[in-house]
């Protein structure tokens, strides 16, 4: 079955503990992302990649980190959380550009992440 | 910057009913693409439809249409016959830089199917 999994789903921490918020999927897909989902502002885009080795940063990058070292993994790293990252995330992957094909992004099931 | 707006925080409607989701976006590109995404309680985000915007037929998935208007840039989507599993938050996202594959999505509009 095609999916992006996500690991873990639920986490509580407190302020300035290291995590680590895992994303695989076993599409093949080149294209991955991370967004954050707050109340009232939708998604935002944390970081993409667009091939291993290859990440930048979206819309919302600050505090945290990302890989690409594996073609299917891209966990999203926050080396020092603050209860402004409490959110809820998602990675998200696809085979090739949107506009280039018939493709979009496959979404994972979420990481509710609260951050005391 | 590109931005998506959704004007209706909440709407709610009887079982079997059709409901129209009204959504605006902005942006100076020519070729883009428009998604509706459904996000059930399970907080899973599941595609609906999406548009290209070079098209001029509106997309169509069985109960699912959108009435995509380019000079207003006005993308709304129209769920018929309306069921009690359409019951979720919906929002709506525009694609208009293909080179980092970033969703730029609106605040969303909370649908209740009423029984």
Redesign the interface.
């Known amino acids: 079955e095609a999916q992006v999994t996500q690991n873990p789903r639920y986490l509580i921490t407190v302020t300035g503990k290291k995590l680590t918020v895992t994303c695989s999927q076993n599409m093949n897909h080149e294209y991955m992302s991370w967004y954050r989902q707050d109340p009232g502002l939708g998604l935002r885009q944390i970081y993409y990649s667009m091939n291993v080795e290859v990440t930048d940063k979206g819309d919302v990058p600050e505090g945290y980190k990302v890989s690409r070292k594996e073609k299917r993994n891209f966990p999203l790293i926050l080396e020092s959380p603050s209860p402004n990252q409490t959110s809820l995330y998602f990675c998200a992957s696809s085979s090739t550009p949107t506009g280039l094909g018939t493709d979009t992004q496959y979404f994972g099931p979420g990481t509710r992440l609260t951050v005391l | 910057a590109q931005t998506?707006t959704q004007s209706q925080p909440e709407m709610s409607v009887q079982e079997a009913e059709t409901v129209t989701l009204s959504c605006t976006y902005d942006t100076s590109e020519n070729?883009y693409?428009l998604?509706w995404y459904k996000q059930p309680p399970?907080?899973?985000?599941?595609?609906v439809i999406?548009q290209e915007a070079y098209k001029q037929q509106n997309a169509t998935e069985n109960r699912f249409s959108v009435n995509f208007q380019k000079a207003a840039k006005s993308f709304s989507l129209k769920i018929s016959d309306s069921q009690l599993g359409d019951t979720a938050m919906y929002?709506c996202?525009s694609?208009t830089n293909?080179?980092?594959?970033?969703?730029t999505?609106?605040?969303?509009t909370r649908l209740t199917i009423i029984p």
């Open positions: 998506v070729n693409y998604f399970s907080r899973q985000m599941i595609l999406r929002f996202a694609l293909f080179g980092n594959e970033k969703l999505f609106g605040t969303g």
